[in-house]
């Protein structure tokens, strides 16, 4: 299994911007496609975004389209969220996990850790 590490979150206030970290342990993070989720507090976690094995398709859920981007850098086997514009409503604890498409992003392959909370202050 691949050990995944979420960092960069913190208390920012509307509209301000944050940049959330994925590490991956190992070799193989390329032949997985990477996706980020959040849960925010008394709420089911829900799919944000994801990015295909080399970048070139990236999902987004509606909420936050035009605000937040995907990406990766294979070679730190790292993925990342920029999230823009961000929203008292973004508050939330944010995961980040793998599947082998974006295609079954729905249903990730790792089991859930700690994420990284993001609070958002009106």
């Known amino acids: 299994q691949v050990q995944l590490v979420e960092s960069g979150g913190g208390l920012v206030q509307a509209g301000g911007s944050l940049r959330l970290s994925c590490a991956a342990s190992?070799?193989?993070?390329?032949?997985?496609?990477m996706g980020w989720f959040r849960q925010a507090p008394g709420k089911e976690r829900e799919f944000v975004a994801a990015?295909?094995?080399?970048?070139?398709?990236?999902l987004f859920a509606d909420s936050v389209k035009g605000r937040f981007a995907i990406s990766r850098d294979n070679t730190k086997n790292t993925a990342y969220l920029q999230m823009n514009s961000l929203r008292p409503e973004d508050t939330a604890v944010y995961y980040c996990?793998?599947?082998?498409?974006?295609?079954?992003?729905?249903?990730?392959?790792?089991?859930w850790g700690q994420g990284t909370l993001v609070t958002v202050s009106s």
């Open positions: 996990n793998l599947a082998l498409s974006t295609a079954t992003m729905t249903t990730p392959l790792n089991a």
């Open positions: 190992g070799q193989t993070f390329s032949r997985y496609a």
């Open positions: 990015i295909s094995r080399f970048g070139v398709s990236r």
